[in-house]
């Protein structure tokens, strides 16, 4: 079975732009959660969808948003990018919200100059 | 609020020895905890996880343990190899995953 599969794995952009970074998940999988980690910072939640709605939200600006279609895969959007949106930006999937394992993509390495 | 902590941001072992590395939590909700092995610039890696219903589990070389009066959780990898050298993260679940802020395990040849 595929495991999670992310697009693009690099990007280099320039303040004020936007972005758009995908996330396929793993077959079955209805769950999708982004996360972003900057250099010695741990995981930070940025959201979760699950069947095309948006379950949870970490505590991140209205910039950041994100959808999911209705073959699970999810797509996530940063507006008005800033030089701190700079990070590994990572994508993880799970069967349901439950007691579940999430595993994780490769994640997309996001630079802004 | 950091609802899942990592008090030890590294830790050094030789190879052969136990590696243990320890995880406190707040949230007496958390009904699923799992570890996971992270490489820089790569998504972290899946490794064991454990249910509150459970004390342990094993898997191979890697056992964690549950002490829920305590609010404490631990991965324990014995024996210890060079190629577990790695920053490792701990996470709870209770609608969404909490994780630690992980800690960076070196194994000395």
């Known amino acids: 079975k595929a495991g999670v599969t992310q697009t693009p794995r690099y990007l280099i952009k320039t303040r004020g732009q936007q972005v758009t970074l995908s996330c396929s998940p793993i077959?079955?999988?209805?769950?999708v959660s982004w996360y972003q980690q900057t250099p010695g910072q741990g995981l930070q939640f940025l959201f979760e969808?699950?069947?095309?709605?948006?379950?949870n939200k970490g505590n991140f600006p209205g910039r950041f948003s994100g959808r999911q279609f209705s073959n699970s895969r999810s797509e996530m959007n940063v507006s008005t990018l800033e030089l701190g949106d700079s990070a590994l930006y990572l994508c993880?999937?799970?069967?349901?919200?439950?007691?579940?394992?999430?595993?994780f993509g490769p994640g997309t390495r996001l630079l802004v100059l | 609020d950091q609802q899942v902590k990592q008090n030890s941001p590294s830790l050094s072992v030789q190879e052969g020895r136990i590696s243990i590395l320890n995880c406190d939590y707040t949230?007496?909700?958390?009904?699923?905890f799992l570890w996971y092995k992270k490489y820089p610039a790569e998504g972290p890696t899946f490794l064991i996880s454990?249910?509150?219903?459970?004390d342990k589990n094993e898997d191979g070389r890697f056992t964690v343990f549950l002490n829920k009066s305590a609010k404490h959780l631990s991965l324990h990898i014995v024996p210890s190899q060079p190629g577990d050298s790695a920053v490792y993260f701990c996470?709870?679940?209770?609608?969404?995953?909490?994780f630690g802020s992980g800690t960076k395990l070196n194994v000395k040849p």
């Open positions: 993880a999937s799970r069967r349901a919200q439950i007691q579940e394992t999430q595993y």
């Open positions: 077959s079955g999988h209805r769950s």
């Open positions: 949230n007496s909700m958390f009904d699923y």
């Open positions: 969808y699950f069947s095309e709605t948006q379950r």
């Open positions: 996470a709870a679940n209770f609608n969404k995953f909490y």
């Open positions: 454990i249910s509150s219903i459970k």
